[in-house]
T-cell receptor, first 114, second 111 residues
Framework: GAGVSQSPRYKVAKRGQDVALRCDPI?????LFWYQQALGQGPEFLTY????????KSRLLSDRFSAERPKGSFSTLEIQRTEQGDSAMYLC????????????FGSGTRLTVV | QKEVEQDPGPLSVPEGAIVSLNCTYS??????FMWYRQYSRKGPELLMY????GNKEDGRFTAQVDKSSKYISLFIRDSQPSDSATYLC???????????FGTGTQLKVEL
């Protein structure tokens, strides 16, 4: 597709359940980012990949969160033992050129932990 | 104190009005500045991207950056109901990759 694709669009998880969110960036885009957006707030940086290498991870990121990008293509964000505070929109973004900020966001995955 | 401050609004204006949206920041390492528009239940969409102080115009949108005051603005001329959305300012450091976002300002343009 032409844009950044995220799946699922919506996910409801029971507290304690593990979830996996997927991002397919724009083909050929080197950089891939994950952000978390709580309701009424701006996106907060979670982690960054350049190709398959995870170059930066937020210090605020709980160790229940992990991400990978095998072969530098799609990426998966996994959240283990979900908590109600994990309820948020998870946004993925990609860009062709590292070091620039004008990247393209996907429509996000809305996670609700009950 | 947050690195980027933005008034969350909501801001309500009549159609055709000039809208002014603003952000202040505290990190002098920020080198590039962006404005994103976000419709409900959608991802942010890049509107404007600037790398220096001064003005940049694109259609009805003008972005201003004043690095000495650590202040950025987005002006929307001849606002339309379709401009109703949340506007997020974002900024990054030169050579860095992650963006730091403001809270977002919710704008409603009324007929």
């Amino acid at each position: 597709g032409a844009g950044v694709s995220q799946s699922p669009r919506y996910k409801v998880a029971k507290r304690g359940q593990d979830v996996a969110l997927r991002c397919d960036p724009i083909s050929g885009h080197v950089s891939l980012f994950w952000y978390q957006q709580a309701l009424g707030q701006g996106p907060e940086f979670l982690t960054y990949f350049q190709n398959e290498a995870q170059l930066e991870k937020s210090r605020l990121l709980s160790d229940r969160f992990s991400a990978e990008r095998p072969k530098g293509s799609f990426s998966t964000l996994e959240i283990q033992r979900t908590e109600q505070g994990d309820s948020a929109m998870y946004l993925c973004a990609s860009s062709f050129q590292p070091g620039t900020g004008g990247y393209t966001f996907g429509s996000g995955t809305r996670l609700t932990v009950v | 104190q947050k690195e980027v401050e933005q008034d969350p609004g909501p801001l309500s204006v009549p159609e055709g009005a000039i809208v002014s949206l603003n952000c202040t920041y505290s990190n002098s390492a920020f080198q590039y500045f962006m404005w994103y528009r976000q419709y409900s239940r959608k991802g942010p969409e890049l509107l404007m991207y600037t790398y220096s102080s001064g003005n940049k115009e694109d259609g009805r949108f003008t972005a201003q950056v004043d690095k000495s005051s650590k202040y950025i603005s987005l002006f929307i001329r001849d606002s339309q109901p379709s401009d109703s959305a949340t506007y997020l300012c974002a900024m990054g450091t030169g050579g860095g990759n992650k963006l730091t976002f403001g809270t977002g300002t919710q704008l409603k343009v009324e007929l």
